[in-house]
């Protein structure tokens, strides 16, 4: 959709104070923002999850299946919107998400939306949004039209915050991008994990992990394989060294440690590929 289209309808607001028992994934048939007051939340979704604590804010498109864990902390409050992107979604009534297994995406109120609402969105330390949120609790639960309205215009200056950050960002998480992947590429050569280059830059490696697979649609981890597969290779075709002393420079406990990663990942032995280089 176009940004001078972009007027929301809040179908469902509540401050949910506890912690509800989620027994398996489900979806959503509308967008779902949740921003954390208090506690420890983990957003479960089938390839990725994310820690939220309070400050944290993070927004689920309709249709993708999630499931919340309450493991880590028992005292948690956040407060939950459902809305639309188009206020002309307001005559379709609130619906109970379902498990993902009976969901039916031909029943999805709307899938407009606007950058970077297509997927799974998370803001951290975001505080200055509780307010508007606060001000939305205050209304009724069943709104009168004004209500809904001056609850849609709050929802909407949060959503304008996150785009107009999202973008001043963008240039900023390129450069990031880059300079993860070249330190990635500088130490190939050791048993480099997802933990580990979180820790080097600064961020949870769950995070870390999203934006990375946002930007170059491949996980971190995979492409960090990727680069220590490049560096085998390179070692096996270039020098003579023994397969044993390649594992042991590379980081690898052993020879098997290291020819199980090389045809895990490539298909084919160390072995294998060195024949198939000569």
Same mark, same amino acid.
Do not use: W
């Given at each position: 959709?176009?940004?001078?289209?972009?007027?929301?309808?809040?179908?469902?607001?509540?401050?949910?104070?506890g912690?509800?028992?989620?027994?398996?994934?489900?979806?959503?048939? &509308?967008?779902r923002p949740f921003y954390i007051v208090k506690g420890e939340v983990l957003f479960e979704f089938q390839s990725e999850v994310? !820690?939220?604590?309070?400050g944290d804010l993070i927004t689920i498109r309709p249709g993708l299946p999630y499931k919340l864990n309450?493991?880590?902390?028992?005292?948690?409050?956040?407060?939950?919107?459902?809305? &639309?992107?188009?206020?002309?979604?307001?005559?379709?009534?609130?619906?109970?998400?379902?498990?993902?297994?009976?969901?039916?995406? %031909?029943?999805?109120?709307s899938n407009a939306y606007l950058p970077p609402?297509?997927?799974?969105?998370?803001?951290?330390?975001?505080?200055?949004?509780?307010?508007f949120f606060q001000e939305m609790e205050c209304f009724d639960v069943i709104c009168d039209q004004e209500q809904a309205i001056l609850r849609s215009a709050l929802l909407k200056t949060i959503l304008a915050k996150i785009i107009i950050k999202h973008k001043s960002n963008n240039?900023?998480?390129? &450069?990031?991008?880059? &300079? +993860?992947?070249?330190? +990635?590429?500088? %130490?190939?050569?050791?048993?480099?994990?997802?933990?580990?280059?979180a820790k080097y830059f600064g961020y949870h490696p769950y995070y870390?992990?999203?934006?990375?697979?946002?930007?170059? %649609? +491949?996980?971190?981890?995979?492409?960090?394989?990727?680069?220590?597969? !490049?560096?085998?290779?390179?070692?096996?075709?270039?020098?003579?060294?023994?397969?044993s002393a390649i594992?042991?420079?590379?980081?690898?406990?052993?020879s098997s440690y290291f020819s199980a990663f090389f045809k895990r990942v490539s298909g084919m032995t160390p072995k294998e590929y060195r024949q198939l280089c000569r």
């Open positions: 959709m176009k940004t001078e289209q972009f007027n929301p309808y809040v179908r469902f607001f509540n401050k949910v104070i912690t509800p028992i989620y027994t398996k994934m489900i979806c959503a048939f &509308d967008f994310h !820690k939220l604590t309070a309450f493991e880590k902390s028992k005292d948690v409050e956040y407060f939950l919107v459902n809305f &639309d992107f188009e206020y002309e979604q307001h005559t379709q009534k609130e619906r109970t998400p379902v498990g993902d297994k009976n969901f039916d995406k %031909n029943e999805i109120f609402f297509e997927n799974i969105f998370v803001m951290r330390h975001c505080d200055s949004f509780e307010p240039s900023e998480t390129v &450069d990031l991008i880059q &300079d +993860i992947k070249r330190y +990635i590429q500088q %130490n190939s050569g050791t048993a480099l994990t997802n933990t580990m280059v870390l992990n999203s934006m990375f697979l946002a930007e170059q %649609n +491949i996980t971190l981890h995979k492409y960090i394989e990727n680069a220590r597969l !490049k560096k085998a290779k390179e070692k096996l075709n270039l020098t003579e060294k023994p397969i594992a042991l420079e590379l980081g690898f406990k052993d």
